[in-house]
Every structure is written in C-alpha cells, then in structure tokens.
C-alpha cells in the first residue's frame, strides 16, 4: 500500500453545528453541506493542505455506509495534530478554536520532547493538538 491517504472522515452529531464550528470558527475552507440529495448522503468537505480533505458526515449516516453499529464517543481513539510554526502561533490557534466553541482540554505548555502542545475538542469530543514541532514544520 501506498500512502495516499486522501480524506479524513470524522462522525459528528450534527452537521450544521460542526460546520459552523470549522468553517465560521475556525475559518477552514469548505462550500458547506453537499449530499442532501441522497440519503444518508449530506457532507462537508473541509479543504486542508496538498489535496487532503477533512469530510464531515454525521454518526448515523457515516455507520450505515459502513455498515457497523453506531456507538458511543470515545475521544481518547485518536487525534488530529495541527502543527503551526511557532509557540505564539499555537496560543492563537487555541484561543480561537475555545472562542469558536471548542473546550480546552489541556492549556498549551512545552512538552516533554522538547515542543509546545496542546489539546481542545470539538463539539463533537474529537481531540485536538495544536502542536509546534520544530522538526515537523509545514509547508505553506
């Protein structure tokens, strides 16, 4: 296998509030909900880096495509890292994603390895790191 991993698909529980919340609140790129035709259908595509997408589509809907059982949240599964290129930069990304409705799970502080981290979730209790890792830093 080739590593072409091309979406990231999370279960939320409502569309319309996790839209708002990266689109409005975040500011991530997206022309919103699309689907609506099919059902179990409705979508949002979220634009991130190289032609990787972040595809939000509800619980009940993502576990029928599937074909598996919906069960509970369970944030501790994984984590989206978002790493920025500075400490200061990782404090902004934190005090917007709260402003916009996140809750801080833990402050921004240096890590053990030697960067800057920390955590919030989404409405929907996904995990997210807010990371500077020096020796990970993005292309813009």
Same mark, same amino acid.
């Given at each position: *296998?080739?590593?072409?991993?091309?979406?990231?698909?999370?279960?939320?529980? &409502? !569309? =319309?509030?996790?839209?708002?919340?990266?689109? &409005?609140? !975040?500011?991530?790129?997206?022309?919103?909900? %699309?689907?609506?035709?099919?059902?179990?259908?409705?979508? @949002?595509?979220?634009?991130? #880096? $190289?032609?990787?997408?972040?595809?939000?589509?509800?619980? &009940?809907? !993502?576990?029928?495509?599937?074909?598996?059982?919906?069960?509970?949240? $369970?944030?501790?599964?994984?984590? %989206?890292?978002?790493? @920025?290129?500075?400490?200061?930069? @990782?404090? =902004?990304? *934190?005090? #917007?994603?709260?402003?916009?409705?996140?809750?801080?799970?833990?402050?921004? #502080?240096?890590?053990? +390895?030697?960067?800057?981290?920390?955590?919030? #979730?989404?409405?929907?209790?996904?995990? +997210?790191? %807010?990371?500077?890792?020096?020796?990970?830093?993005?292309? &813009?």
């Amino acid at each position: *296998m080739k590593p072409r991993i091309a979406v990231l698909t999370i279960g939320v529980d &409502d !569309l =319309e509030t996790s839209l708002r919340f990266y689109r &409005d609140g !975040l500011g991530l790129p997206t022309e919103g909900i %699309i689907g609506t035709e099919f059902e179990h259908g409705a979508v @949002v595509f979220i634009d991130l #880096q $190289s032609g990787l997408k972040l595809a939000l589509f509800e619980r &009940d809907n !993502l576990a029928h495509d599937a074909g598996v059982a919906k069960i509970g949240r $369970s944030p501790s599964e994984f984590t %989206i890292g978002h790493n @920025v290129r500075s400490e200061r930069e @990782v404090d =902004e990304v *934190m005090r #917007q994603a709260i402003a916009a409705g996140a809750r801080e799970i833990k402050p921004a #502080q240096k890590t053990f +390895w030697g960067g800057y981290a920390g955590y919030f #979730q989404d409405p929907d209790d996904h995990l +997210w790191e %807010i990371i500077y890792n020096p020796a990970f830093l993005p292309e &813009d």
